[in-house]
């Protein structure tokens, strides 16, 4: 027998279970809950007796908080796995007695302060993983030797030099790693002068076969540290030029080193909060990249600030690009340094198809997206971009791209900017938006649309009346909002949430219309006393939550119409769930029928079902 699969209750019950498959070769312990914090000599005497020709052992998840030292002794282990058992505080050293382990999986270990130190016994080690092991302070000494080495997944520089002088092992213990694939991540990068001569010696130009590197640097949280320091260190920590993925964590220099550009195989770049952060490489130098990401680069103005070749309508930006995500840009105003005529702005390529701009307030130029499929969020940032999508568009002829795609733009084209995009976010939108603007009209295909705090906006029309494809409209926290709604046309809307104050006492008439209505959520408004009794007009309606409505009176008999109403929630509205005690309040016997029916008001920390 090689393989079995079975479930113990209880540790010493290994003997009897299995006293006819001394042989067996793979062990795995799946979710056995009831082994926490049982695991001691007895059960690995008993594992070790019956289990003694095993080569794979799976002990994955069950709480042991302390490995015995006997587990090296299990001398035919190839595959060892313990991971996320949060328990483990550390490791027997006696494990490094296992010179024919392959794999040792120790993913999600949180608790884990320290690897043996003698980890450099294990000759024949190919997988080192060690992901989301949050409690680990440094690597140990000599893992250069593991020359067979291909996963490591993450490697923990120690923050402090006493330890590294005792046991802690420095970078350049993967100078002879060079066997290393697939993804890497190095933790507690410094930035003092002297450290770039050790990183150096690395020798991360030489692993050809890693796809992923992510370097972290300790966060400078004063922001007092020089930034010559961090471009020194940065510069000596090039990798090889196979590199697809490669994200940079509080990076504290000024610009990025000039070797990123050699990346030609780029598919993924992340920064993120590299506070200091005034220049990137030009991106035109990455025609495979497919995600970009700028994640809380505050000195960031411009992301393409070098002098470029005259920029063409035809031009596509990063034809590869199918997600890009501009976070946390304070002072980003363009994409380029020089001002470029809406005219003559390139797009983004037609296979673009997640586009999130949050906190850039000044961002006022960028590539135009006419050919965006899936999601577009827009918080706390300009119109402009967008605006300028949808008209630059339609006032050019058809031109074409530098790769041969047709961008049909003028009105008696077929196609029209922004036609395939699903879903559509705005929120916190600093301009003067005080309705939906006509231009909407494109959005033939959008599912999906929220409108959050935008605190100016009176009125969803014109644009929202073209909407006919939409299934999902959420509206939250626009408080001079008064025209609300206009959908009569629409049989498509399924889910409509209404969220935060709003000016009106009672639902917009509007609403009566929307025959097709699954689901509707009113929450947070204030001001809301009434229910109509249109609401029975409602017949596709499955479920209602009414949340946090503190004037809302009562309920309508046309609720009684409501057929197909499944669920009805009626949190923290006093004065209605005074009428809706159950057995005794005058509303009770309109909704007594509904199967799922919550009714609750908190008080505090404390919930009280009415």
């Not at 260190?233 to 550009?261: C, M, R, T």
């Not at 000016?503 to 947070?524: N, Y």
Request: with cysteine.
């Amino acid at each position: 027998m090689r393989y079995c699969k079975f479930e113990l209750r209880r540790p010493k019950k290994i003997s009897s279970s299995l006293v006819q498959a001394r042989k067996i070769r793979t062990v795995l312990l799946l979710d056995q809950k009831s082994w926490k914090n049982k695991w001691g000599k007895s059960t690995s005497d008993a594992v070790r007796s019956n289990f003694k020709f095993t080569r794979t052992l799976g002990l994955n998840s069950l709480g042991i908080p302390i490995l015995p030292k006997s587990i090296g002794s299990f001398k035919h282990l190839r595959y060892l796995d313990l991971s996320y058992d949060w328990n483990i505080e550390m490791l027997p050293n006696s494990i490094t007695n296992l010179v024919n382990l392959q794999t040792l999986r120790l993913n999600g270990c949180s608790g884990l302060r320290e690897l043996p130190r003698d980890m450099k016994k294990l000759v024949n080690l190919r997988h080192l993983e060690i992901d989301r092991c949050s409690g680990l302070t440094h690597m140990p000494r000599g893992l250069s030797q593991l020359t067979n080495l291909q996963t490591l997944s993450t490697y923990i520089l120690s923050e402090s030099n006493d330890v590294v002088m005792i046991n802690g092992g420095e970078l350049k213990e993967l100078v002879c790693l060079n066997n290393l694939k697939g993804e890497l991540e190095i933790l507690n990068l410094g930035h003092e002068n002297d450290t770039a001569r050790d990183y150096e010696s690395a020798n991360l130009k030489e692993k050809q076969y890693l796809r992923y590197l992510a370097l972290k640097w300790i966060s400078d949280d004063e922001g007092t540290e020089a930034p010559v320091g961090y471009e020194k260190s940065l510069d000596a920590l090039q990798p090889h030029l196979n590199l697809q993925e490669l994200a940079l964590w509080n990076y504290g220099g000024v610009k990025i080193s000039s070797w990123l550009s050699s990346l030609t195989n780029m598919v993924n770049l992340t920064l993120q909060s590299c506070e200091k952060c005034q220049h990137l490489v030009p991106l035109n130098q990455f025609p495979r990249l497919e995600k970009l990401e700028l994640n809380f680069l505050p000195c960031l103005e411009y992301i393409n600030g070098e002098e470029e070749d005259l920029l063409l309508s035809s031009t596509i930006v990063l034809p590869s690009l199918r997600e890009l995500r501009l976070r946390d840009l304070p002072n980003l105003k363009g994409w380029w340094r020089e001002v470029v005529s809406g005219e003559l702005l390139p797009c983004f390529p037609p296979c673009l198809s997640t586009l999130e701009i949050r906190n850039c307030p000044q961002l006022s130029c960028m590539p135009l997206y006419p050919h965006l499929e899936g999601r577009l969020d827009l918080i706390n940032t300009r119109l402009k971009p967008l605006e300028q999508t949808v008209l630059v568009l339609e006032s050019r002829k058809c031109s074409t791209s530098t790769t041969g795609t047709e961008i049909p733009t003028t009105p008696s084209s077929s196609f029209s900017s922004l036609s395939k995009l699903t879903s559509l976010t705005i929120s916190e939108i600093g301009e003067d938006l005080q309705c939906l603007p006509e231009w909407f009209k494109s959005l033939t295909c959008l599912k999906k649309l929220e409108i959050q705090e935008c605190s100016k906006l009176k009125d969803l029309s014109p644009g929202i009346q073209h909407l006919t494809s939409l299934e999902d409209l959420e509206i939250r926290n626009c408080e001079e909002l008064e025209v609300m709604i206009p959908l009569k046309n629409n049989g498509r809307l399924r889910y409509l949430r209404l969220i935060g104050s709003h000016k009106l006492a009672s639902l917009p008439g509007g609403l009566q219309h929307l025959t097709s209505l699954r689901r509707l959520l009113i929450s947070d408004w204030e001001s809301l006393e009434t229910i109509p009794e249109w609401i029975g007009n409602l017949n596709s309606l499955e479920s209602l939550h009414l949340l946090n409505c503190p004037k809302l009176r009562a309920l309508p008999e046309g609720i009684r119409s409501l057929t197909c109403l499944k669920t009805l929630w009626i949190w923290d509205c006093p004065m209605l769930l005074k009428r809706c005690q159950r057995q005794i309040g005058e509303d009770w016997p309109k909704i007594a029928h509904i199967p799922d029916l919550s009714l609750r008001i908190h008080q505090g920390m404390s919930i009280r079902q009415v």
